[in-house]
């Protein structure tokens, strides 16, 4: 275990998590504020892979976790915290089931603890502008925003937000 909340438990992925990875990967819904792309059970299994043994490596700055609920262990989705250039970002994704049921704040409200005690001095977190649910949590945590960025080649918007710890 990393960390946990009153109701979730922040842990290394395993390959159990496999199938409500896919689910979660595989949904358009949830891939529209991410890269967008679905990709098969396959595909997922070795990107499962990878994020697994990404915690082996000496200097790793790329970690994914699994989210899950404390009373039934159940899968809820995945936490990231990356190394961004200069800047450590946090980034969450859920199944479509637990969204609008606050885990998002939750998680996010007990990660920026978890990194102040590992004495990190700010966090980025990107978010899509169409997704209104997330930046409604960024905000409510006193991220700030601080660059709007547009891409060309794509059809949206996202706001880049800081927070001091």
């Not at 998590?17 to 896919?22: A, E, G, I, V, Y």
């Not at 679905?38 to 070795?46: A, I, N, P, S, W």
């Not at 977190?125 to 649910?133: G, L, T």
Request: net charge negative; hydrophobic share 35%.
């Amino acid at each position: 275990m990393i960390f946990e909340t009153e109701r979730l438990r922040i842990r290394y992925l395993t390959l159990k998590d496999l199938n409500s990875f896919h689910k979660m990967q595989s949904n358009p819904k949830v891939m529209q504020f991410a890269d967008g792309e679905v990709d098969t059970f396959e595909g997922l299994r070795k990107e499962l892979i990878t994020l697994i043994n990404k915690y082996e490596i000496e200097n790793n700055d790329f970690w994914i976790y699994a989210i899950e609920r404390k009373i039934d262990e159940k899968f809820l989705g995945t936490l990231a915290l990356v190394k961004d250039g200069d800047d450590d970002e946090i980034g969450y994704r859920f199944l479509e089931e637990f969204w609008n049921k606050g885990y998002g704040k939750e998680v996010c409200k007990a990660t920026l603890e978890y990194c102040k005690h590992k004495g990190m001095q700010q966090l980025v977190a990107y978010c899509i502008d169409a997704n209104v649910a997330s930046a409604k949590i960024l905000k409510g945590l006193n991220f700030d925003s601080v660059e709007k960025l547009t891409f060309d080649n794509q059809q949206f918007s996202e706001t880049k937000y800081k927070i001091q710890l």
